[in-house]
């Protein structure tokens, strides 16, 4: 008899639980306006090269780097040079190649909700002031940090053993 009340016990423990509904989860991830529609970078670039965030809210994505600079009108020289005056640019390759991710804005970038959690391998830091801090959550050990430069320009994030590791960008 015990054996039976345990097992309807735990039926109907299952059954009021399969009724309520779970909670909402909260939507992560910033949005971005990409080709006329808006696309959550925690979940996909789809196929941008280049995502910036020009202002607070408003944070832009386009197909190619040349895209950037037609919508722009700043014009580099190509990797490094693409990233202009009062900009904080990461790259996912070393020597500046690859997806690049800018912030015109200081405020602290959680970079899984950019799509883009260990995956820096390189920046450049084209202002005058107010540089910027990489961190590494580590767990159990105290947090990693790693200090940028205003002006400072890094093509290879191995040199100093940060390479994929940044999980958080403070911008200054």
């Known amino acids: 008899m015990r054996k039976f009340t345990g097992s309807v016990l735990a039926l109907a423990v299952t059954g009021l639980l399969a009724a309520v509904p779970a909670p909402a989860m909260a939507a992560t991830g910033v949005m971005a306006t990409y080709q006329g529609k808006s696309i959550n970078l925690a979940h996909s670039w789809e196929d941008a090269a280049v995502c910036a965030e020009f202002a607070a809210g408003d944070v832009r994505c386009f ?3 040349q895209e950037f600079t037609a919508a722009t009108g700043e014009r580099g020289i190509g990797a490094v040079g ?3 005056n009062t900009w904080v640019c990461l790259w996912e390759n070393v ?3 690859g ?3 800018q912030w015109n ?3 602290t970038k959680k970079l899984a909700d950019w799509g883009f959690r260990d995956k820096a391998s390189s920046a450049a830091l084209h202002r ?3 540089g910027a801090t990489l961190v590494n959550y580590l767990t ?3 947090d990693q940090k790693a200090y940028l430069r205003a002006g400072g320009i890094y ?3 191995r040199q100093f053993d940060w390479n994929d590791k940044t999980d958080e960008l403070q911008v200054g």
Do not use: N, V, W
Request: net charge positive.
């Open 63 to 65: 197909r190619t780097p």
């Open 82 to 84: 693409d990233c202009k």
């Open 95 to 97: 020597d500046h190649t």
């Open 99 to 101: 997806r690049r991710l």
């Open 105 to 107: 804005e200081a405020g």
């Open 128 to 130: 005058i002031q107010g």
């Open 140 to 142: 159990a050990r105290p």
């Open 155 to 157: 093509s290879d994030f």
